[in-house]
């Protein structure tokens, strides 16, 4: 039986001057799965992303999501197909309303971006889909507050509900747990959780402890290549992912 694979890289490179920052990466990721991308810093990680969201050209190799090729697309068709990154678009309004924010992306998604001037009807009826999403991420105590005034976590789980508002089939979360304490990290673990349940995840994350809990496929990256892939039980007792990690100087819980 064929596994269902949303999207895979073939050859994946990126040379900068003198440099090659990703270096001929293979990677399928399972459609509805979390699949995360790993490894100390500097391994190509974000690079990676970049890559995936067209923010950067590649060098060489191919890209295919949902059995069409994109390696050369725009970053908007990329959005447009469905393969959204969290943080791309959804830069939060600090002084609009969380409800706000999230309506300003809805209209982004129905093309009307700049618009105010739509009727009372259509404002309400986009209201009550803002809302929906506010309640999906856990803030609807906090709809009519100005976004600039969210803690740290919650403004990271308004920008997933702003990426939400996209109707993405494919999320790509960049370091969603980075400068968090404990509470919101549980709190978005929750929340990654929860919106996984009808798409795919592709995430950079730093810390183990979410990826041992959250993820059910694991791609470690090390000086720009593929080190190893696998459940979490797997990759963490690879010697040369220890090796990778530990020869960074990157503790265990980091």
């Not at 791309?88 to 971006?113: E, H, Y």
């Not at 618009?115 to 309400?124: G, H, I, N």
């Amino acid at each position: 039986m064929s596994e269902d694979i949303i999207l895979s890289t073939s050859g994946l490179t990126k040379e900068f001057a003198g440099f090659t920052a990703v270096n001929g990466v293979d990677l399928k990721v399972r459609r509805g799965s979390i699949h995360a991308l790993i490894g100390p810093n500097g391994a190509g990680k974000t690079t990676c992303f970049n890559l995936l969201t067209k923010f950067l050209p590649l060098t060489r190799g191919q890209i295919v999501y949902n059995g069409r090729d994109i390696s050369r697309e725009k970053p908007a068709e990329i959005a447009r197909l469905g393969l959204v990154r969290s943080f791309q678009i959804s830069a939060v309004f600090p002084q609009l309303s969380v409800k706000t924010n999230v309506r300003v992306a809805l209209q982004r998604k129905r093309g009307d971006s700049f618009d105010f001037w739509r009727s009372e009807r259509v404002l309400s009826s986009l209201d009550a889909e803002a809302l929906r999403l506010v309640d999906a991420v856990g803030l609807s105590a906090f709809a009519e507050l100005p976004a600039g005034e969210l803690s740290y976590g919650r403004k990271r789980a308004l920008e997933i509900a702003t990426t939400l508002a996209l109707e993405p089939e494919m999320l790509l979360l960049d370091e969603p747990m980075a400068g968090m304490g404990r509470e919101d990290i549980e709190r978005i673990e929750a929340l990654i959780r929860k919106v996984s349940k009808d798409r795919t995840i592709l995430m950079v994350e730093h810390n183990l402890s979410v990826v041992a809990a959250l993820c059910d496929r694991i791609t470690v990256l090390a000086r720009g290549q593929v080190l190893a892939e696998g459940d979490y039980a797997t990759v963490s007792k690879d010697p040369r992912v220890v090796e990778a990690y530990i020869g960074s100087g990157v503790g265990h819980g980091h």
